[in-house]
């Protein structure tokens, strides 16, 4: 009898692991096993700190989560593994969101890391106004960030992107082996490459991050769809999170570590300058998105995409978490 009942169990189980079952269905019981989390940074940027800082400091697996921490190479590609599925959290920037939002797709925006451009146009030689006619700038494609902060720059300083050649050769990093190649003479640049520039004896023509533009930059993102499956999972991700930025804006030592290890910069006073200029500067204790910054983003964005003007910006935010993280005092307790 014992073994026959042996036997009815054998064929059950089979049944049941053989049997077609619905993704849904699979994903919950994936999860319910522990499923393993991936979140993406997108650049070499000090802004990415806290994502960088939550794993080497093992937060992610304090609070409850088995993550792999993976590099994607810009928003759009992010963008698009996210709505892929290929990837659960991910750095985005305020562009890439609006975008899909134009486009109907499942994006939205959980968290914030700079709520006003974190770059500045820099020169090789001092230059004006009348100096960058003509030149070109190096910069990172359009939609991007950098690109974005180039044209609030040039708006700033009464020019247009016609007034100037616009190359989109890629991120800061790439745009200083190209103003040191002599390649080009003016480029975009943020921290910590904007401090390997002054280093370098380049000069500010506009710091943006002084000109008080809200304007929503690198932010964290996820889909709804996967807010729906895994609600507990992203609470715990955004724990680790601003656990992550208080270590950030408290914690030096630690913060010049990180930063060395993922800009392989190990100069301590441009690492010591990045850690200030994110963590105190630009990164807030509760990192808000902001809808007025998502704005500006729409006013940028239309002239290169049409349908962002219809964007209701309001949908593509869902700051829930970070009110509970706040109304508990959990970030609170964090600063005691």
């Not at 020169?123 to 974005?148: C, F, Q, R």
């Not at 992107?161 to 082996?177: F, L, M, Q, Y």
Request: aromatic share 6%; proline share 6%.
């Amino acid at each position: 009898m014992g073994n026959w009942k042996r036997v009815v169990w054998i064929i059950v189980l089979a049944a049941f692991l053989w049997s077609p079952v619905a993704p849904a269905g699979r994903e919950q019981a994936a999860f319910a096993q522990g499923t393993r989390t991936k979140i993406a940074w997108v650049a070499v940027s000090g802004v990415m700190a806290p994502i960088w800082i939550a794993k080497e400091k093992n937060l992610y697996q304090k609070y409850g989560m088995d993550t792999e921490v993976v590099f994607v190479r810009g928003s759009q590609n992010a963008t698009k593994a996210l709505l892929a599925g290929d990837l659960d959290i991910t750095v985005n920037s305020g562009n890439a969101v609006v975008n899909a939002g134009a486009a109907g797709q499942d994006v939205v925006i959980i968290a914030s890391l700079t709520n006003t451009p974190g770059l500045s146009l820099m020169s090789k030689t001092p230059m004006t106004a009348a100096d960058l006619k003509g030149k070109v700038i190096a910069t990172d494609k359009p939609g991007s960030e950098p690109h974005n902060s180039l044209l609030l720059a040039l708006q700033y300083l009464k020019l247009t992107p016609a007034d100037v050649k616009i190359n989109p050769i890629g991120p800061p990093e790439t745009v200083v082996s190209a103003m040191e190649t002599g390649v080009v003479d003016v480029g975009m640049l943020s921290p910590p490459m904007l401090f390997k520039g002054e280093d370098l004896g380049y000069h500010t023509v506009v710091d943006i991050s002084t000109l008080g533009i809200p304007t929503q930059g690198a932010c964290v993102t996820v889909t709804r769809r996967y807010i729906q499956a895994h609600r507990d999972n992203v609470e715990k991700f955004m724990k680790a999170f601003v656990n992550a930025i208080h270590i950030l804006k408290t914690d030096a030592e630690t913060s010049h570590k990180v930063l060395a290890k993922y800009s392989k910069i190990q100069d301590p006073k441009i690492l010591e300058k990045t850690r200030h200029y994110f963590g105190v500067k630009m990164i807030a204790r509760v990192p808000y998105p902001t809808l007025e910054g998502l704005r500006t983003v729409v006013k940028i964005q239309v002239p290169l995409n049409p349908r962002i003007a219809s964007v209701d910006v309001n949908r593509l935010v869902d700051d829930s978490f970070l009110r509970e993280l706040e109304g508990s005092g959990f970030i609170a307790n964090l600063y005691r």
